[in-house]
Every structure is written in C-alpha cells, then in structure tokens.
C-alpha cells in the first residue's frame, strides 16, 4: 500500500489527482489499468460527522471491519 497527499483539480466537468511518477512505477501501473484508491479527505470536522454513525446499525464489530479491509488491503 501507498500513501500519498495529493491536490483536487478540477478538469472540465470533473475533478481529478495526479498520480506521481514515481509511484506508478513502483507499483507497476499501467495506462486504462484498473486500480482502488482509499480516499480520506483531511479534515477533524469529516471524522466527527461519521465517527460513530453505524452504532447500532452494523452487524460487524470494528475489528472485524478492520480485518476485512486488511485482508482486502494486502491479498495479492
């Protein structure tokens, strides 16, 4: 897995992120590829507004959240 911050731009009707270089070889990336992002917008008031919003609601624990997306994460 790869971290990265990266800037919003707005291209046409869209809005896009530059992926660096460097990372795309890294990671072997080629063009019409398909790849999953995990995107985390930086900013205290987006994690109080959904910390805690599945309470009551989920049918997994938060380990086992965080076990399925480990195992999603880093299966080859």
Sequence with gaps: MVVIE???????????????IEVISSEHMKENENIRLILLKDSKKAFEATFGIGKGKLKKTGQEF??????DLYSI
């Design 6 to 20: 990266a800037k919003l731009k707005k291209w046409g009707n869209s809005f896009g992120v530059v992926i660096p």
């Design 66 to 71: 965080k076990d399925d997306i480990r195992r």
